[in-house]
Structures are given as structure tokens and as C-alpha cells.
Nanobody
Framework: QLVESGGGSVQPGGSLRLTCAAS????????MGWFRQAPGKEREAVSC????????YYSESVKGRFTISKNEARNTVSLQMNNLKPEDKGVYYC????????????????????WGQGTQVTVST
């Protein structure tokens, strides 16, 4: 089970930190990812991490502004979002999968087996 937290409303340029808490097993065997969906748009990949070696992937739209990380002790994966823009708004979902694939290809495909319920992020003046 995956549970997201940390969403909210901020002004452009602000920051938020999303956290995904995983229950049912350690993170080491998983690819974890953050995806988002804005109203009227398809879900898109934001960032993914291979928890075995901490390899990361970022979409071009968030590269340099967002940072994905894991906390093994707490069995969580976080997404630090800085310099938020209005186009970053949407529902952010945490996801996990154990099937191995190239990280970038897996993240772009969104073919993850486990999904959280989502947390809302709003960026507006």
C-alpha cells in the first residue's frame, strides 16, 4: 500500500515536499515513481528512482527543480519540489513496480503495479 502526503497550495516559486509511505515490504526491490495528472490532461511521469542503487530519472519539465529521494529507515520516497510553476499543478501519485526495466523507459511508460490515492498540488497567485 502506498500513501502520499504533503500536497497543498503554494504561489509560483514556492516549494512543497511530497512523501510516499510504503507498507507491506522494504523499498529495496522496487522502482518508485511520482506521476501527475492535471485536469483534462493525461497522466505524465515526473520522476522515478530505482531504490537498489538510487538511480533517478526526471522529466525534462522538472529537471533541476525537483529531487526524488528515498529514506530506507522510514520506508518512504519523497519528492522535493522547488520553484513551482502553475503548470506543475495536478494530482500527484506515487507508484511502485518490481518488474525490472530501463529506468527511463519504465518511468516514461507508467507501467507500475501499485498506486497511491494521490495528493493535490495547486500553484497559483
Amino acid at each position: 500500500q502506498l500513501v502520499e502526503s504533503g500536497g497543498g497550495s503554494v504561489q509560483p516559486g514556492g516549494s512543497l515536499r511530497l512523501t510516499c509511505a510504503a507498507s507491506g515490504g522494504p523499498l529495496d526491490a522496487y522502482f518508485m515513481g511520482w506521476f501527475r495528472q492535471a485536469p483534462g490532461k493525461e497522466r505524465e511521469a515526473v520522476s522515478c528512482i530505482y531504490t537498489v542503487n538510487d538511480s533517478t530519472y526526471y522529466s525534462e519539465s522538472v529537471k533541476g527543480r525537483f529531487t526524488i529521494s528515498k529514506n530506507e529507515a522510514r520506508n518512504t520516497v519523497s519528492l522535493q519540489m522547488n520553484n513551482l510553476k502553475p503548470e506543475d499543478k495536478g494530482v500527484y501519485y506515487c507508484a511502485a513496480v518490481t518488474t525490472w526495466d530501463l529506468l527511463s523507459r519504465l518511468c516514461a511508460s507508467g507501467n507500475f503495479d501499485y498506486w497511491g490515492q494521490g495528493t493535490q498540488v495547486t500553484v497559483s497567485t
